[in-house]
């Protein structure tokens, strides 16, 4: 994978598309405990319709380069890393397109300021105080320390558990890929770090601050589009209809059958509606 370094330290991404593309570029952000592969479909769909993307592998759990100690991986300042990533490859227009955990760091970016982005797509994501919805919160209250985080990583080893509803089952529709979901928590297993680095993430979720930023939502004017799985079991379409209304120019695509990994679920028309989003 290619790396570009930031202020912060370096960070790993994929890059999908014609270098001499004409049309905005996208910025693909993932969640918590997933990377930039949650992407990699929708990159391919992107890419053949002449889009260049970029697909960051954010300190959520899932990253292979652990960050110097010390940095700040609170949400905000993943939002921050986020926004140099964009500045360091010194993208303009950028369509910016969040998932799950990755939405609410695209609301942190655009609270903190916009001037690199262009519009914003997110699709199933926390939002308002849903940070995380039910029954989530457990899991981030029970990984604010690393030695639990690795608890919790072994105990999904084994396919069964980790595909299982207390896993990564419930998050999408279609049968998961055991390889890649192998990969999304091997990290946490092998490396203290990469332990050390989720835990700060999951000890800075604070839903009050996210709430917090909603109320600034309508300063953000350019095109907002939410693409959003009607039959997620955590980000209801109530969630997704409140967002939409919070903004000042966005619509709502409501996706039969969606959940939360959309981008696994609907590539290709994740991909259609980021292209129409551009």
């Keep these: 994978m290619p790396a570009v370094d930031i202020p912060q330290g370096?960070?790993?991404y994929r890059v999908t598309g014609p270098e001499d593309s004409a049309l905005?570029?996208?910025v693909l952000v993932h969640g918590l405990l997933v990377n930039a592969e949650?992407?990699?479909?929708?990159?391919?769909?992107?890419?053949?319709?002449?889009?260049?993307s970029y697909a960051p592998d954010l300190p959520l759990g899932s990253h292979r380069v652990p960050w110097p100690p010390g940095t700040d991986l609170t949400p905000r300042g993943i939002a921050a890393l986020l926004g140099d990533f964009i500045a360091a490859l010194d993208l303009t227009g950028v369509t910016l397109v969040g998932n799950d955990t990755g939405g609410a760091i695209c609301q942190f970016l655009i609270d903190a300021g916009h001037e690199r982005i262009g519009r914003l797509v997110l699709t199933n994501c926390d939002a308002f105080d849903?940070?995380?919805p039910a029954p989530i919160g457990l899991l981030v209250k029970a990984g604010r320390r690393p030695a639990r985080l690795r608890m919790l990583a072994a105990s999904v080893r084994a396919k069964a558990l980790r595909h299982?509803?207390?896993?990564?089952?419930?998050?999408?529709?279609?049968?998961?890929?055991?390889?890649?979901?192998?990969?999304?928590?091997?990290?946490?297993?092998a490396d203290a770090a990469i332990r050390r680095d989720t835990a700060a993430f999951l000890?800075?979720?604070?839903?009050?601050e996210l709430l917090d930023v909603s109320t600034r939502l309508h300063t953000f004017t350019k095109?907002?589009?939410l693409v959003w799985g009607d039959a997620d079991l955590f980000f209801k379409l109530s969630l997704a209809r409140r967002?939409?209304?919070a903004f000042p120019d966005a619509d709502l695509v409501e996706v039969a059958g969606g959940r939360t990994f959309l981008p696994l679920d609907e590539p290709d028309r994740v991909a259609a509606e980021i292209a129409l989003a551009a």
């Design 223 to 225: 095109p907002v589009r």
């Design 243 to 245: 967002l939409r209304d």
């Design 24 to 26: 905005p570029p996208v």
């Design 164 to 189: 299982s509803i207390a896993g990564y089952g419930g998050l999408a529709r279609d049968p998961l890929d055991a390889a890649l979901t192998a990969r999304w928590v091997a990290p946490l297993r």
């Design 130 to 132: 849903q940070f995380p």
């Design 38 to 52: 949650l992407w990699t479909r929708t990159a391919d769909a992107l890419a053949a319709r002449g889009i260049r």
């Design 203 to 208: 000890r800075g979720i604070s839903p009050a």
């Design 10 to 12: 370096r960070i790993e």
